[in-house]
């Protein structure tokens, strides 16, 4: 439990440093140029609780600037994320802002992939919601669906079997992966909203890309709508026997 060290590692060389939340999973938004190895003691020369593990030195926090807008796609520095109880991953830095954009944790990339569509046109791979007319970068829908997106809950996969695992931030800089769109998804799954950043709207009328991926959504959602009507069904007998036996 509590924090852990974050290493993040820049193309250069440089590293900086940050606290890992193990109870929100996350990378803490403040930033550090130092850190203070395992079992050293802090500056009034005692050990801290947490001497067993490597931490941030507090006197070395960096300038923060969130109030300043983030840094166009192509002036974002691809970076890796060490954490030592919670492996590694490619992350966001914005130069303008000193910040990591994100992910801020090593799950974030699977739940873009749970959340988006990916589709190849224009000589890109955009990202977009599920069956929405435009791309998170704005571009009209128009390209081929790839094997990317997925859903799977209480037993139920779509599609069956589901696609293969797929970091996008590590094809940062092949130059497939549109970078518009990607710092789009990692900013509305970190904060749930989309920042200082927002995508064009997305139109009410929606199209689809592929009507036998479409149906077997529709699939899926109706085996989950049967599932849920099992339980209420479940429960409403199980409190009608309760009534009988104890009643009132």
Same mark, same amino acid.
């Given at each position: @439990?509590?924090? #852990? ?14 606290? =890992? ?30 001497? &067993?593990?490597?931490? /941030?030195?507090?006197?070395?926090? *960096? ?25 590694? #991953?490619?992350?966001? =830095? ?7 954009? &994100?992910?801020?944790?090593?799950? @974030?990339?699977? *739940? ?16 977009? =919601? ?7 970068? &704005?571009?009209? /829908? ?10 799977? #809950? ?39 909203? #989309? ?26 959602? *109706?085996?989950?709508?049967?599932? *849920? ?13 309760? &009534?009988?036996? =104890?009643?009132?």
């Amino acid at each position: @439990m509590g924090d #852990w060290l974050a290493r993040i590692h820049f193309p250069d060389g440089g590293v900086i440093y940050a606290n =890992f939340s193990s109870i929100t999973g996350s990378v803490h938004e403040t930033l550090y140029s130092s850190h203070i190895p395992q079992g050293a003691q802090d500056e009034n020369g005692h050990y801290p609780i947490d001497r &067993g593990r490597n931490r /941030v030195d507090r006197d070395s926090k *960096l300038p923060e600037h969130s109030d300043q807008p983030i840094s166009d796609p192509d002036d974002l520095i691809p970076v890796r994320v060490d954490v030592e109880a919670n492996g590694s #991953w490619t992350a966001l =830095f914005c130069p303008r802002r000193s910040q990591l954009l &994100g992910p801020i944790s090593s799950g @974030m990339g699977d *739940l873009i992939q749970r959340q988006f569509l990916l589709i190849h046109q224009n000589g890109k791979q955009h990202l977009a =919601f599920d069956e929405a007319a435009q791309t998170l970068c &704005g571009q009209p /829908v128009s390209g081929e669906e790839l094997p990317y997106h997925y859903f799977e #809950w209480n037993g139920i996969r779509d599609p069956d079997p589901l696609p293969p695992r797929r970091d996008l931030f590590q094809e940062w800089n092949g130059g497939q992966i549109c970078r518009a769109c990607l710092l789009r998804a990692v900013l509305t799954c970190r904060d749930g909203g #989309w920042d200082e950043n927002p995508p064009p709207p997305i139109p009410a009328e929606r199209v689809s890309h592929d009507p036998e991926k479409s149906a077997g959504r529709f699939s899926a959602l *109706l085996r989950l709508a049967g599932i *849920l009507a099992l339980i209420g069904v479940g429960v409403f007998v199980l409190r009608a026997a309760i &009534g009988y036996v =104890f009643p009132p």
